[in-house]
């Protein structure tokens, strides 16, 4: 059972600093620099909305792996792989 609760702790982790990596980066469409600077107050087309699809949320070894799929539902409905663009980090707590 302690394994699962620093699992769950350690997805909350990773979808938190996900959430927060999608709400500063501003638009998600690849656009020129001088544009990007000039629209990253207000977003085109900004996310309203993400999901994590996972077969599973438990690390049980320290080179366990998981796949993690990440879509963006956009302000006009559209939806978006992000994976690639996304930043995954980990939190393990001390026993």
Same mark, same amino acid.
């Given at each position: 059972?302690?394994?699962n #609760?620093?699992? /769950?702790?350690? @997805?909350?982790? /990773?979808?938190?600093s996900l959430? =927060?990596? @999608?709400?500063?980066?501003?638009p +998600?469409? =690849? %656009?020129? +620099?001088?544009?990007?600077?000039s629209?990253?107050?207000? *977003?085109?087309?900004?996310? +309203?909305?993400?999901?994590?699809t996972?077969v599973?949320?438990?690390?049980?070894?320290?080179?366990?792996? !998981?796949?993690?799929? /990440?879509t =963006?539902?956009?302000?006009?409905? %559209? !939806?978006?792989d /992000?994976?690639?663009?996304?930043?995954?980090? %980990?939190?393990?707590? #001390? *026993?």
């Amino acid at each position: 059972m302690r394994q699962n #609760k620093h699992s /769950v702790r350690q @997805l909350f982790a /990773v979808l938190t600093s996900l959430l =927060a990596f @999608l709400w500063v980066s501003g638009p +998600i469409h =690849a %656009t020129p +620099i001088e544009a990007r600077k000039s629209s990253r107050s207000q *977003p085109a087309n900004p996310p +309203i909305s993400i999901s994590l699809t996972t077969v599973s949320t438990t690390l049980t070894k320290p080179d366990t792996t !998981q796949h993690i799929l /990440v879509t =963006a539902v956009l302000k006009d409905g %559209t !939806q978006r792989d /992000v994976t690639s663009e996304s930043k995954f980090t %980990t939190w393990s707590p #001390k *026993p």
